[in-house]
C-alpha cells in the first residue's frame, strides 16, 4: 500500500512539473522577449513574404518592443496605467515598421495584426484559452 501512494504522488509530481509551459513563473508560458520576438519574426517572414534585407530590422523591431513590453507585465500593476503604456509601444513599433516595409506589406500587417489582436477586447470573439476554462 505504501509503495502505490508513493508511486502515485510520484506520478503526480511529474505529471504537475511536466505540465508547466517553459517560462513557468506566474502567468504560465510567457516567453522571453527573445522567444516571442523570432516568433513575431517568424509569422511577419510567412505571413508579410519579407526579403533577406528586411528580415533583420525587422527581428531587431521585434526585440526591441518585446523588451519594452515585458518591463510592463506586473502581476499586481495598475492595468489601466499598463494598456495605455502597450498602446503608445504598439503605435511606436508600428512607425518603426512603417519604414521597413512596402506599403502593400504594412497594409498586410496591420490588417493581420488587427485580425488576430482585436478579438482580445471582445470577449465574445476571443477563442478561449486552455487556462480560460
Known amino acids: 500500500m505504501k509503495k502505490f501512494l508513493l508511486m502515485a504522488l510520484l506520478l503526480?509530481?511529474?505529471?504537475?512539473?511536466?505540465?508547466q509551459r517553459p517560462g513557468g513563473g506566474p502567468g504560465g508560458g510567457q516567453f522571453s522577449p527573445e522567444d516571442f520576438a523570432k516568433r513575431q519574426t517568424e509569422w511577419m517572414t510567412k505571413e508579410l513574404?519579407?526579403?533577406d534585407?528586411?528580415?533583420a530590422?525587422?527581428?531587431?523591431v521585434n526585440l526591441l518592443y518585446a523588451k519594452k513590453q515585458q518591463e510592463l507585465f506586473k502581476p499586481?500593476?495598475?492595468?489601466?496605467a499598463m494598456r495605455?503604456?502597450?498602446q503608445t509601444i504598439n503605435a511606436e513599433k508600428e512607425a518603426a515598421f512603417a519604414k521597413i516595409l512596402t506599403e502593400e506589406q504594412f497594409k498586410t500587417y496591420k490588417?493581420?495584426?488587427r485580425e488576430m489582436f482585436g478579438r482580445r477586447g471582445n470577449g465574445?470573439?476571443?477563442p478561449p484559452r486552455p487556462r480560460d476554462n
Open 12 to 19: 503526480c509530481g511529474s505529471t504537475v512539473m511536466f505540465s
Open 124 to 126: 465574445e470573439n476571443r
Open 111 to 113: 490588417e493581420k495584426s
Open 49 to 51: 513574404n519579407l526579403t
Open 76 to 80: 499586481d500593476g495598475d492595468r489601466e
Open 57 to 60: 530590422p525587422v527581428d531587431s
Open 84 to 86: 495605455e503604456a502597450m
Open 53 to 55: 534585407a528586411q528580415i
